[in-house]
């Protein structure tokens, strides 16, 4: 079936480094896309979100990269500092939005873990 | 500007019993969802409602969850009887619209189910 997934499942790196996690997706009608962020005993936070006319976005420290070609998404986290250790999921739009309703499929989430 | 509001934050219930679960969304926000977080995965949609209609509930297990979005703000969800599976956070999301908007989540309500 169509899924979300993650390609390693932990990370670790250095304070100060910068951080690179990876997400291939299934559907290639998928057109919009998410990366969100979850600390211990919290609900997702939204990181940054990109669409399927675009192949990069960036934000504060953050930079979403979009491969349509080989249906790859990354997030790249630069000067990573301790306050980024968390589980970070990519999520999906497996159909255009304005049939599903904006239904969004999740993958199992990297944790990325940093070192001071 | 509030996040997504949910109540209560943390329960712990027997099996056969019953729960619900509260949600107020962002202000102005007319798109509706509730999600199920099992342990080390990530969440899985359970219902989405634009304003008080229903869009996709098709993996709500119907049997035992029932949820409600009366007036297109607030929305509850239930779960009668409750198994030892549904141990979970459950998840409450909004965004503006279904098109073209984030998707904004609150901090959730984690079920025990003994």
């Known amino acids: 079936g169509e899924s979300v997934g993650l390609h390693l499942p932990t990370l670790s790196v250095q304070e100060g480094d910068n951080s690179i996690i990876n997400c291939a997706y299934s559907?290639?009608?998928?057109?919009?896309f998410i990366w969100y962020k979850q600390e211990s005993g919290k609900g997702p936070q939204f990181i940054i979100d990109?669409?399927?006319?675009?192949d990069k976005r960036q934000g504060q420290r953050v930079t979403v990269l979009l491969n349509k070609t080989v249906k790859h998404l990354s997030l790249q986290i630069a000067a990573t500092q301790p306050g980024d250790s968390a589980v970070y999921f990519c999520?999906?739009?497996?159909?255009?939005?304005?049939?599903?309703?904006?239904?969004?499929?999740f993958g199992q989430g990297t944790e990325l873990s940093v070192k001071p | 500007e509030a996040g997504v509001a949910q109540s209560p934050r943390y329960k712990i219930i027997e099996k056969r019993q019953s729960v619900a679960f509260w949600c107020n969304p962002i202000?102005?926000?007319?798109?509706l969802y509730w999600y199920q977080q099992i342990l080390g995965q990530g969440p899985k949609l359970l219902i989405q409602?634009?304003?008080?209609?229903?869009?996709?509930d098709s993996q709500l297990p119907k049997d035992r969850f029932s949820a409600e979005r009366l007036k297109g703000v607030d929305s509850t969800l239930k779960i009668q009887p409750a198994k030892l599976e549904d141990s979970a956070v459950y998840l409450c999301?909004?965004?503006?619209?279904?098109?073209?908007?984030?998707?904004?989540f609150g901090e959730g309500s984690w079920l025990t189910v003994v």
């Open positions: 990109i669409r399927s006319n675009m």
């Open positions: 999520a999906e739009t497996p159909a255009p939005r304005r049939n599903q309703g904006g239904k969004l499929i």
């Open positions: 559907n290639s009608a998928s057109d919009y």
């Open positions: 999301a909004s965004s503006r619209n279904p098109t073209g908007d984030a998707i904004y």
């Open positions: 202000s102005g926000h007319a798109t």
């Open positions: 409602f634009q304003n008080n209609g229903v869009v996709d």
